[in-house]
T-cell receptor, first 118, second 113 residues
């Protein structure tokens, strides 16, 4: 079974600074995706960024980037120039590639509550 | 706005009752997923449908069932409700081809009293 671990239940950062959220996972599969989702107080789940396991290049989306270490099974999220609107629960998620027709469930970590302070 | 809609937004009901949660996927998406978010269990996958057929099953209780209709909307039926079923229920959808991203609806908050 696949597991995802987020060891930081809470983190805080000052506005405009950089913060890194940690995530580790455990799997024997070789083809998979990793995701970071953001859940603000509205409770909506918002996709932040994704990483394909076969790609060595780390994904970036504007102020969000990941550090993907496949051998270490580590997938951290870096948020640069933090903004007040980044305050949210952040979930790391894992998906085995079996194809959309065969079942592609997400396995989530416990989440990290990030607070951006003014 | 993800394009995934869920109704109702909130539901309050009593133990032993039965409720139906509804989800409409993004236009063109064939896969629908249901997840449960509770304080003690976190976010858990329940079930997936693809073009009307069940494709994957997670930690879904026997009291729960789901289906996907020809117009691709999906319903999650929860019966013999218990206090522990109180949770936020999310529906997500994804397309075909090489995109495996799942887009979530706003969720239905179920409170069992």
């Amino acid at each position: 079974a696949q597991t995802v671990t987020q060891s930081q239940p809470e983190m805080s950062v000052q506005e405009a600074e950089t913060v890194t959220l940690s995530c580790t996972y455990d799997t024997s599969e070789s083809n998979y995706y990793l995701f970071w989702y953001k859940q603000p107080p509205s409770r909506q789940m918002i996709l932040v960024i994704r990483q394909e396991a076969y790609k060595q290049q780390n994904a970036t989306e504007n102020r969000f980037s990941v550090n993907f270490q496949k051998a270490a099974k580590s997938f951290s999220l870096k948020i640069s120039d933090s903004q007040l609107g980044d305050t949210a629960m952040y979930f790391c998620a894992f998906m085995i590639l079996r194809g959309a027709t065969s079942g592609s469930r997400l396995t989530f970590g416990e989440g990290t509550q990030l607070t951006v302070n003014p | 706005d993800s394009g995934v809609t869920q109704t109702p937004k909130h539901l309050i009901t009593a133990t032993g009752q039965r409720v139906t949660l509804r989800c409409s996927p993004r236009s063109g998406d064939l896969s629908v997923y249901w997840y449960q978010q509770s304080l003690d269990q976190g976010l858990q996958f329940l079930i997936q449908y693809y073009n009307g057929e069940e494709r994957a099953k997670g930690n879904i209780l026997e009291r729960f069932s789901a289906q996907q209709f020809p117009d691709l909307h999906s319903e999650l039926n929860l019966s013999s409700l218990e206090l522990g079923d109180s949770a936020l229920y999310f529906c997500a959808s994804s397309g075909t081809g090489f995109s495996y991203e799942q887009y979530f609806g706003p969720g239905t908050r179920l409170t069992v009293t």
